[in-house]
Structure formats: structure tokens, C-alpha cells
């Protein structure tokens, strides 16, 4: 039970990581398309919203404040993480209380991938770069952003 829910934690931590770090790059394209729409407001206004929702939205994921685990900021990497090493450190059977918070977790978790693949929809932004003749942005995939990682 103590290694199946340690895995179970690992992997939604990599989930997490997938998710996070694909916001943050999603998000930088659009910041660099925003920078390159030139006089065209709306498209430009368009781009800065979804900055922002991307960058709002990072910030429930993971700690973002100057100083990281010092400032007791806690949001769902965090939390995940205390709870990985809470349950890998010790060698007996995982506590209910566990059992229970990473079902929890795991649920925080769905809802936030559920998030990102709704904000990381850009097919009518796309049309849009495209009559503006930019680039369009790309969300990377799991498979491609696994590749990076190896």
C-alpha cells in the first residue's frame, strides 16, 4: 500500500510538472505574439488576457512568491510534495488521513488539467495570428515535453 501510494503521488507530481510547465510556456508564446501584434489593439488585448489568465492561473499551481518554501506559501505542488514525502519517508502503511488527502489532491489535480486544456484551446486565437500574419502559438504535448525531459 505504501508504494502503490507513492507512486500514485509521483506521478500526479509529474502531471502537475506537465501542467505547469506547459502553462508557463503557452504563456510566454503569447507574450511574445502580444509583443509582435504591433498597432492591431484588439488582437493585442486578446493575447494580454490570456497572458494573464495563464499567469493567474500558474500561480494556483505552484508557489510563486520571492523566497519559496520559506514564505509558507502552499498551493498544490507543494502540497503534493509535503504529502509525497510524508508518505515515501515513512515505511509502514499509509495513514487514512493520507489515503484521503490524496484523493483530494488528486481531484484539485483533474480540475487543474481540466483547466489548462480548456485555457490552452487557441484555435480562434490561431485564425486571429494568422490573419494578423504571426506565428500561431502551440500548446507542447505530453509526449513532446516528455522528450525535454530526458
Do not use: C
Amino acid at each position: 500500500m505504501q508504494h502503490k501510494t507513492v507512486m500514485q503521488l509521483y506521478n500526479m507530481l509529474g502531471d502537475l510538472t506537465y501542467v505547469a510547465d506547459s502553462t508557463v510556456d503557452l504563456r510566454d508564446q503569447v507574450r511574445q505574439r502580444s509583443t509582435q501584434a504591433g498597432k492591431d489593439r484588439k488582437l493585442k488585448a486578446q493575447l494580454d488576457n490570456l497572458a494573464k489568465q495563464l499567469d493567474d492561473f500558474h500561480s494556483t499551481l505552484v508557489s510563486v512568491k520571492e523566497g519559496g518554501m520559506i514564505t509558507g506559501e502552499h498551493k498544490l505542488r507543494e502540497n503534493l510534495g509535503e504529502l509525497y514525502g510524508g508518505v515515501n519517508g515513512f515505511e509502514g502503511k499509509p495513514t487514512q488521513s493520507q489515503l484521503e488527502r490524496a484523493d483530494f489532491l488528486k481531484k484539485q489535480l483533474d480540475d487543474a488539467t481540466a483547466k489548462f486544456k480548456q485555457l490552452s484551446d487557441v484555435t480562434k486565437l490561431n485564425a486571429d495570428l494568422a490573419k494578423a500574419k504571426l506565428d500561431p502559438v502551440k500548446p507542447i504535448s505530453k509526449d513532446d515535453w516528455n522528450k525535454t525531459r530526458q
